[in-house]
């Protein structure tokens, strides 16, 4: 799942944007200053920064100047309107600028943008060795394509797209099964104990007693 990291030092204005991102299926951390900014992003994997210029501490320009080598897409967000700002942030190598106040869906759909620029809204999925074409259910490890059913491979990607989550039997069964689904549990299990062996993951999707799975990145 995307992450998104948004660096904004108004309450009010962080939480409205966290929910519009929630709604639409993103993850999403907050920082409300420069330095803790800096602090998430050199801790955790983020797919995509939303910067405020006037912060506290270090200011979105010269934090943007830090982090540029890391290569995450990055919006500014500010509440400068002018021209000059606008210019410098484009100049200086950011993906895009946005002008409080806005309004969710455009904030949305500038993030779509910047992500389908950079391949991360894909019809491919990685993880670790692991490459899954989504259109063509191709699953290859290590350059070597293998073979699943169709649920093994809706399971697979389920799992993936929730890496480090625990999924429960029950969130299972009504995404990958349907929510009308009457069969056993122990369903589950066996297709899980497949992509273990398939993929030699006995270590890597771990059983959460009395919950589910959870795949271990």
């Known amino acids: 799942m995307i992450k998104i990291l948004i660096v904004e030092d108004d309450l009010a204005i962080s939480n409205l944007i966290k929910l519009n991102l929630s709604i639409a299926n993103y993850k999403s ?10 602090r998430v992003i050199e801790m955790d994997n983020i797919d995509l920064i939303l910067l405020d210029i006037m912060l506290p501490k270090i200011d979105g320009f010269t934090l943007f100047e830090k982090i540029k080598p890391l290569g995450i897409p990055v919006i500014f967000l500010t ?32 993030i779509e943008n910047v992500l389908r620029h950079y391949d991360k809204k894909s019809n491919i999925l ?8 989504l259109d063509e259910m191709v699953v290859k490890k290590n350059g070597e394509i293998i073979d699943f059913t169709l649920k093994e491979f809706e399971l697979l990607v389920f799992l993936v797209q929730n890496k480090n989550v625990v999924l429960t039997r029950d969130k299972i069964i009504e995404k990958i099964w349907g929510y009308d689904y009457i069969g056993e549990s122990r369903t589950i299990d066996n297709h899980i104990q497949k992509l273990r062996k398939k993929l030699e993951w006995k270590n890597k999707i771990k059983t959460v007693f009395k919950l589910g799975y959870r795949l271990e990145e």
Request: aromatic fraction near 10%; glycine fraction near 8%.
């Open 126 to 133: 990685r993880f670790e060795d692991l490459v899954i074409i």
């Open 79 to 110: 509440a400068k309107s002018s021209v000059t700002d606008k210019v410098y942030g484009l100049k200086a190598g950011a993906d895009d600028y946005i002008t409080k106040p806005f309004e969710g869906i455009e904030l949305l759909a500038r």
């Open 29 to 38: 951390e907050v920082a409300f200053n420069g330095e803790d900014a800096l």
